[in-house]
């Protein structure tokens, strides 16, 4: 039995098996997140349909967790999905984040600096250093995440007043200062920790807690917080 006997085209299953019709049928919450991803692919590849595509990326990924976790390049790389799929992928996977900080009552609780770093894993693919912040109701809710500089991020450049302007508009009681370092490695530089002194400083007169400072890597990211550098429990 060869290869492209062993997995039928979409086209050659039922219709209720389809993931496309299914959705149609039943509406989206009824399928799994294997179908969902199916229909985002669109199509397969030789000898393999989109459905058992989006089983193998799921499994290659660790699930829809690690999925949103991988970075652009390396999605594309595997075998079946290339440039287009990843970029159409981590597209949708932005929208769910959107509509997850905008929606009352559904928006992201913040726990840990696992939870932030989840919510800003595409900064790992950004080509230029990138400063944004996670702006916090009283509960730890994300109110927005607006992206405040890009270019190079530093002490003598990056203006309180900017990082704040957004957290004093919204009502935000904290936040969490977010930027990628392109190179890959997310070890906070002495720029990235005087910063962070800094605006944890502004923070205070303005009565807005800075908590955490995540600096986002290829893969992994670094928690100012949690190596306790710059911050510090009085």
Known sequence: MNEQSIWPTIKDLPESERPRERLIQHGAKALSTAELIAILLRTGRRGENA???AHRLLQ???GIDG????PLHELAQIPGIGLAKATQIQAALELGRRIATTVPGERPQIRSAQDAYLLVTDMADLEQETLRTLL???RGRVLAIPTIYVGNVNTTLVRPAEVFREAV???AVSLIIAHNHPSGDPTPSPEDIALTRDL???GRLLGITVLDHIIIGRGRYTSLREHRVAFYTP
Do not use: Q, V, W, Y
């Open 60 to 62: 290659n990924c660790g």
């Open 136 to 138: 916090l109701d009283t």
């Open 67 to 70: 999925l949103a976790k991988t």
């Open 51 to 53: 459905l058992h595509l």
């Open 169 to 171: 508009r919204r009502n």
């Open 200 to 202: 944890i400083t502004a």
